[in-house]
Nanobody, 126 residues
Framework: QVQLVESGGGLVQAGGSLRLSCAAS????????MGWFRQAPGREREFVAA????????YYADSVKGRSTISRDNAKNTMYLQMNSLTPEDTAVYYC???????????????????WGQGTQVTVSS
């Protein structure tokens, strides 16, 4: 089992940047694929980015590709999401999640993930 705690959210102006962190408890962090999802008011939760167990493979939603970078530090049990060129459309609660079993197809799907954090609010002002 793993517990996840997000941090780094906040209020930022359009065009700005944020770095989200996801700290995981336990000693098996490296055995999980990790992902970021977000949910805006009135909208369904959507995939943002994911990273494989070793960090070798990364996956991005088209909406953030090219301006976001997901990474992980298995020695620190922490995953990161660096987001640049933020727009008001990026406003949402951002969740990190852990998946024991996944493929390059299912890693995009929220149902693949077993453990979820409580979320961190990101608000981008225009």
């Amino acid at each position: 089992q793993v517990q996840l705690v997000e941090s780094g959210g906040g209020l930022v102006q359009a065009g700005g940047s944020l770095r989200l962190s996801c700290a995981a408890s336990g000693r098996t962090f490296s055995s999980y694929g990790m992902g970021w999802f977000r949910q805006a008011p009135g909208r369904e939760r959507e995939f943002v980015a994911a990273v494989s167990r070793s960090g070798e493979f990364t996956y991005y939603a088209d909406s953030v590709k090219g301006r976001s970078t997901i990474s992980r530090d298995n020695a620190k049990n922490t995953m990161y999401l660096q987001m640049n060129s933020l727009t008001p459309e990026d406003t949402a609660v951002y969740y990190c999640a852990a998946a024991s079993w996944f493929s390059s197809v299912t890693i995009y799907q929220s149902a693949t993930y077993t453990y979820w954090g409580q979320g961190t609010q990101v608000t981008v002002s225009s």
